[in-house]
């Protein structure tokens, strides 16, 4: 007898994103080791320590900021959306949420949210937005796919029916 999932969570990441950070990631630090390596060991030992560490701090805060981009997701449960966009991460419940949007043209999804306290507004343009960069548009059918599963999980969880 198969079990029940605890909890129905569903989490979209940018999966071409991350191929190519990881693809640009690694041939980045080869190049650096092949620079670093095709210096004759003349001019390698003209670099004193400080100035060693100096270029591996600046390689690895490159490497840190695309790998940083990379783990933007977001996830979706019965208590609303949690999203990661670079650094900082929010959570939405699913109350606040009034739409979510991918158009032609936008490089990635977006929520629009309602405004704290329950206020009324009158038109979309009234709406906090929050970009989703777990969604990107390049992905094509798969964000197309994303945004209907979160769509889908907005009626349901607005709906009450969990």
Known sequence: MPLEPIEDVYT?????LRLIIGFFGTVLLLLAAFGWFALPSSIRGL??????LTLLVILS????VIGIIAASYVRADANGLRL????????????????????R?????????????GRPFEADL???KR??????????AAARQAVDELRQRLRRYRSGAL
Do not use: C
Request: aromatic content about 6%.
């Open 105 to 117: 043209g936008d490089p990635w999804a977006f929520v629009l949210l309602r405004p704290e306290g």
């Open 126 to 128: 009234d709406a906090e």
């Open 47 to 52: 670099f004193t320590l400080s100035q060693r």
């Open 61 to 64: 805060l490159i490497i840190l």
């Open 131 to 140: 970009i989703l960069m777990g969604i990107l548009a390049t992905e094509g």
């Open 12 to 16: 979209a990441r940018p999966r071409r």
């Open 84 to 103: 990661r966009n670079g650094l900082r991460t929010h959570v939405v419940p699913w109350s606040r949420v009034h739409k979510i949007l991918l158009r």
